[in-house]
């Protein structure tokens, strides 16, 4: 899979979206990387540290989030976009389900749209990663966590999701799908899609897995945001055993570590 000027070896190796919110109320970094410089240091760090692409988000989707302007949004994530582009050679991805966001963000040179909404919410999100040959994250979402049949449920959604891709033009090889766990979902259905991650490959697409410091780690182990990553680590592990080809995380060199040592035993 080609993402930007790189190849992606989805069917063995796990990479690592390491995110950068440039927000002042995201659930987890809220406002520690909203000024231009702090957020370029933050990506230089996460490179250093590891990282594959860097997805930067300009509105929290965090439950209970205010929806902000599009022009607000494209304020916050345009020049940061540019300016990681200008200074390091590393794919970078945009966090936003808003075609007038989606627009200002490939033309400032974003290679991969990630839609917390599959494609489903604005129509021209499709057209606009077809138009620019973009590739894209599709994720898994509903307003309310009401299934007849949960990952029945999930899996049918999602090829919906799929269809809007290819009608709008979207080659297969630039489609990665995203459980959404933390959307449209209970604390068990997130435990759930995670142990079943590896349902989602049945639908022939590689899968980006986003756990970190999420609400299903939090109230499982009655930790704070900032107190989550032995739970995300292991989820991150999980998703490498069930065949997840990226992670989406914070803290990018523990997981990258975790990656590397499930990997090694994976190999043996």
């Given amino acids: ?37 702090a957020a370029l240091r933050h990506a230089q760090e996460m490179i250093a540290d590891g990282a594959d692409i860097i997805d930067i988000g300009g509105e929290s989707t ?18 940061v976009i540019e300016a990681v582009k200008a200074r390091f050679d590393i794919p970078v991805s945009v ?32 057209q606009l990663t077809a138009k620019y040959n973009a590739a894209c994250c599709l ?24 269809r809007s891709a290819k009608e709008a033009g979207v080659p297969d090889d630039k489609i990665i799908l995203d459980p959404g766990v933390g959307f449209g979902k209970t604390l068990e259905m997130n435990l759930s899609i995670t142990h079943h991650v590896d349902q989602l490959r049945s639908l022939g697409y590689p899968v980006l897995l986003g756990t970190s410091r999420k609400s299903m780690i939090g109230l499982t182990l009655d930790l ?13 592990v999980i998703g490498v055993m069930k065949g997840c080809s990226f992670v989406r995380v914070h803290d990018v060199k523990e997981n990258r570590r975790v990656i590397q040592m499930t990997e090694a035993i994976l190999a043996k």
């Fill in 62 to 79: 965090r439950p209970g989030h205010q929806v902000i302007t599009d022009e607000e949004e494209i304020a916050r994530v345009s020049p």
């Fill in 224 to 236: 704070p945001s900032d107190q989550r990553l032995e739970g995300t680590l292991a989820t991150t």
């Fill in 1 to 37: 899979m080609i993402i930007g000027n790189r190849t992606f070896d989805t069917e063995h190796k796990c990479y690592i979206m390491g995110i950068l919110n440039v927000t002042p109320d995201s659930f987890s970094d809220g406002g520690r990387f909203n000024t231009l410089d």
């Fill in 95 to 126: 966090d936003t389900y808003k075609g007038a966001v989606t627009e200002a963000a490939l033309q400032a040179g974003a290679d991969l749209v990630n839609d917390i909404w599959g494609f489903l919410h604005d129509g021209r999100v499709a």
């Fill in 139 to 162: 994720m898994h979402n509903r307003k309310e966590a009401v299934y007849d049949d949960f990952l029945t449920d999930v899996l049918s959604d999602l090829k919906k999701c799929v």
